[in-house]
């Protein structure tokens, strides 16, 4: 028997699976045929797909934060709790250190901004859930609960969540750069019509540093629309700044998606969606306009395809606070209730 095995994208990563569940599909069909070199195409439907795939784990986060007299931050205290996506894979042995799976603290654990006491821990759950890894991996949650939080802090604080922000980043030379790129860009600090909003978020993922202002209007139904976002990204030297600026639009519209749609829910051991009538993606018309700014650099190149999905998330949820003042503290935004 032989196996053509095509090169083809990897669905941010659900290809890569240990199990490798659809070639053993195939290789089970063919044995079944006997050697008579039937050739066999294994083709799952979406309703395949939706219903066996492997999912990105559900995490709870829970953050604290001492301010001091002067509003500034001194103490944060961040504990996770969620599902190991390295545990049983090959990638175990290097990923999993003394029980601490460092995807599931990764954004959170390498906090970049000068808190003098500092504390993350991690709870690693277990469930029959299949999981795997997903577009920004570790920093799709912890990037969330990091950058929605220290609004709250700034918002506590009394001060301008942008300017909390870069106060913070003051020994952070990349991340701050793009957060002061956005925020200008943006047009940070001007006025906007009553009933929209413009939130900020900065993260770090695979060495690539990404800031974002979202812009957004709220409905009277409550209804969120992105209407504007505003990337600035430093991945190093721009070696083909095209694509970087693609992969910023397309990790954009991914993460939002997500943000503001993408559930997956179980009932008696099964997954409720099979197709787009249940699980709803961003439509076209959701998508909102995209500006992208790379700072010039003469720093190594560093990776594109995944880090700016990590800021979306927050960012909008930044922006409707500000035009609401209610805080989502639950993704994705269709399916929970603000605060």
Avoid at 93 to 108: C, F, I, L, W, Y
Avoid at 221 to 242: E, F, L, M
Wanted: aromatic share 8%; proline share 5%; with cysteine.
């Amino acid at each position: 028997m032989t196996i053509h095995t095509l090169y083809a994208g990897g669905s941010f990563g659900r290809r890569a699976n240990a199990g490798s569940d659809y070639i053993v599909e195939a290789v089970s069909i063919a044995r079944a045929l006997g050697a008579n070199g039937t050739p066999v195409k294994l083709q799952w439907t979406r309703e395949d797909d939706i219903r066996g795939g492997l999912y990105r784990p559900a995490y709870v986060h829970k953050l604290e934060a001492g301010l001091d007299a002067q509003g500034q931050l001194v103490a944060w205290h961040h504990r996770i709790v969620g599902q190991s996506i390295m545990a049983g894979t090959s990638f175990a042995q290097r990923a999993v250190k003394d029980g601490v799976d460092r995807t599931s603290v990764e954004g959170a654990a390498n906090l970049p901004y000068a808190i003098p006491n500092l504390a993350v821990e991690l709870t690693t759950t277990e469930s029959p859930v299949p999981v795997l890894w997903w577009r920004v991996v570790g920093s799709s949650h912890t990037a969330y609960a990091v950058e929605a939080f220290i609004d709250e802090v700034a918002e506590a604080a009394g001060q301008d969540p942008y300017r909390f922000r870069r106060a913070l980043l003051a020994g952070q030379p990349r991340h701050r750069a793009v957060l002061d790129l956005a925020a200008e860009k943006a047009g940070w600090g001007q006025p906007l019509p009553k009933g929209r909003g413009r939130g900020i978020a900065v993260a770090e993922a695979f060495h690539t540093y990404v800031a974002q202002v979202a812009e957004v209007t709220v409905g009277g139904d409550g209804k969120v629309k992105v209407d504007r976002v505003i990337c600035a990204v430093d991945c190093g030297v721009a070696v083909n700044p095209d694509v970087i600026a693609a992969q910023m639009e397309g990790g954009i519209g991914f993460g939002l998606g997500a943000a503001l749609y993408g559930a997956i829910t179980l009932k008696d051991g099964q997954v409720e969606q099979s197709n787009f009538d249940g699980y709803q993606v961003l439509r076209i018309d959701d998508m909102p306009k995209v500006e992208v700014h790379i700072v010039p650099s003469t720093e190594a190149p560093t990776g594109v395809g995944e880090p700016g999905v990590a800021p979306i998330g927050p960012a909008v949820a930044n922006a409707v606070f500000a035009a609401t003042g209610k805080r989502y503290r639950v993704l994705p935004f269709s399916s929970a209730r603000t605060t």
